[in-house]
């Protein structure tokens, strides 16, 4: 084994014990981490970008087939500037939008505990989000 997969995996590892602590986690075939937080499938992945840095990767998709409306474009743009954990996506596909959270972060080092904090803060945001979307009537924002 690399230095590079030793390094993913170890800190795969501690990702799986820090998400155990608050969610049932599935490893896929790929190596990937999922879970559900709510109503939102979030995935996890360990990706070295640079000798001596390595990061957890977390997608969460917040919502799909959304309407595919300027205005929730814009209440999607506009929560995204309000400092959220992560970067807001959209994407507009055949049956509407959808919306994604992702968050990166160097986590090598850090003990289960944190970790866990870190992780739950932004799937906790994500589900915030996705309940504030699917409030609101279409083509309307809040």
Not at 35 to 58: D, I, K, W
Not at 93 to 111: N, Q
Request: with cysteine; hydrophobic share 45%.
């Amino acid at each position: 084994m690399t230095q590079e997969a030793a390094t993913t995996a170890r800190l795969m590892t501690a990702a799986k014990e820090a998400l155990e602590t608050y969610h049932d986690v599935h490893v896929d075939d790929d190596g990937a981490l999922t879970f559900r937080h709510s109503e939102v499938p979030c995935a996890v992945q360990a990706m070295q970008l640079a000798e001596g840095l390595t990061v957890l990767s977390l997608t969460c998709v917040v919502a799909w087939d959304l309407p595919a409306t300027d205005e929730l474009a814009q209440s999607v743009a506009e929560r995204a500037g309000q400092g959220l954990f992560g970067t807001l996506g959209v994407v507009r596909t055949e049956r509407g939008m959808d919306v994604t959270l992702r968050y990166a972060f160097p986590a090598e080092g850090m003990a289960p505990a944190p970790l866990g904090t870190l992780l739950m803060l932004v799937v906790a945001t994500a589900s915030q989000l996705r309940s504030e979307l699917l409030a609101e009537p279409e083509g309307t924002t809040s």
